[in-house]
């Protein structure tokens, strides 16, 4: 009989390279989606308060899944926009088996180790609030450990990043420092992204005609949150909103 030890790690060595394994790709769902909807799961705002207070983890996700989403969002910030990392794990465990992006404010490893923990598919890299070479390694660190990365941008100053390897570049019509929004930024800045590079159009689209134009210039994913959210029941609202596109 094998000793309980030897059998105990090497059970723990297989679960851990279930967790280095690559999840379902953000980048691929939104290659082959129709409509590249990325509906995100976000109960608060720092600039808006509560959206959703009662929102809950284990359903809008999967309702969103059963309406069309190509991808699901999730806030995992506590602070500001009262969310959880186990939101994720909820999700997880509802059925969602789609791509997930870990959202935060990520600034250290420890938080992209985990987004792999939680059951993310991807994590949120944003340049305005990391340095090139910080952001090189967070997404090395995402890489190895399975995940894909959302390098998300919002200026011509910020494109220089896209050297650091991401598999999906988004551009946020949001700025962060005042949390104005005007989509016309994606639009801007899409002729300035690399001609192969899957782009992402995240913050204030809340028109189905404004996909049809983005997608014009080449976006192939759309990220909207307060849209679905403020809606009775948000997954009814995104299948409303794709049968308009």
Same mark, same amino acid.
């Given at each position: 009989?094998?000793?309980?030890?030897?059998?105990?790690?090497?059970?723990? #060595?297989?679960?851990? &390279?279930?967790?280095?394994?690559?999840?379902?790709?953000? *980048? =691929?769902?939104?290659? +082959?989606? $129709?409509?590249?909807?990325?509906?995100?799961?976000?109960?608060?705002?720092?600039?808006?308060?509560?959206?959703?207070?009662?929102?809950?983890?284990?359903?809008?996700?999967?309702?969103?899944?059963?309406?069309?989403?190509?991808?699901?969002?999730?806030?995992?910030? #506590?602070?500001?926009? &009262?969310?959880?990392?186990?939101?994720?794990?909820?999700? *997880? =465990?509802?059925?969602? +088996?789609? $791509?997930?992006?870990?959202?935060?404010?990520?600034?250290?490893?420890?938080?992209?180790?985990?987004?792999?923990?939680?059951?993310?598919?991807?994590?949120?890299?944003?340049?305005?609030?990391?340095?090139?070479?910080?952001?090189?390694?967070?997404?090395?660190?995402?890489?190895?450990?399975?995940?894909?990365?959302?390098?998300?941008?919002?200026?011509? *100053?910020?494109?220089?990043?896209?050297?650091?390897?991401?598999?999906?570049?988004?551009?946020?019509?949001?700025?962060?420092?005042?949390?104005?929004?005007?989509?016309?930024?994606?639009?801007?800045?899409?002729?300035?992204?690399?001609?192969?590079?899957?782009?992402?159009?995240?913050?204030?689209?809340?028109?189905?005609?404004?996909?049809?134009?983005?997608?014009?210039?080449?976006?192939?994913?759309?990220?909207?949150?307060?849209?679905?959210?403020?809606?009775?029941?948000?997954?009814?609202?995104?299948?409303?909103?794709?049968?308009?596109?």
């Amino acid at each position: 009989m094998a000793d309980i030890l030897e059998q105990i790690v090497a059970a723990k #060595r297989k679960e851990m &390279a279930r967790l280095r394994s690559r999840k379902p790709s953000l *980048r =691929q769902a939104l290659l +082959d989606s $129709p409509t590249g909807i990325i509906a995100e799961f976000k109960r608060r705002s720092p600039s808006r308060g509560w959206i959703k207070e009662e929102g809950r983890a284990a359903e809008i996700p999967l309702s969103y899944q059963q309406n069309g989403a190509a991808a699901i969002s999730i806030l995992t910030d #506590r602070q500001y926009f &009262a969310g959880d990392s186990r939101f994720i794990t909820e999700a *997880r =465990q509802s059925g969602v +088996d789609i $791509p997930i992006l870990f959202k935060n404010f990520v600034v250290d490893e420890l938080q992209v180790c985990e987004a792999a923990l939680c059951g993310a598919s991807a994590v949120l890299l944003i340049a305005a609030c990391l340095t090139k070479e910080e952001c090189r390694r967070l997404t090395a660190l995402a890489h190895e450990l399975g995940l894909e990365v959302l390098l998300e941008m919002h200026d011509e *100053r910020e494109l220089e990043y896209i050297e650091t390897g991401p598999d999906v570049c988004g551009i946020n019509n949001r700025h962060l420092g005042t949390f104005m929004t005007d989509v016309e930024t994606s639009f801007r800045l899409a002729e300035k992204l690399p001609e192969d590079a899957v782009k992402v159009s995240e913050s204030g689209i809340n028109n189905p005609q404004v996909i049809s134009r983005l997608r014009n210039v080449g976006y192939r994913g759309f990220l909207i949150g307060e849209c679905f959210m403020r809606a009775p029941q948000p997954g009814l609202a995104l299948k409303e909103f794709i049968r308009q596109i």
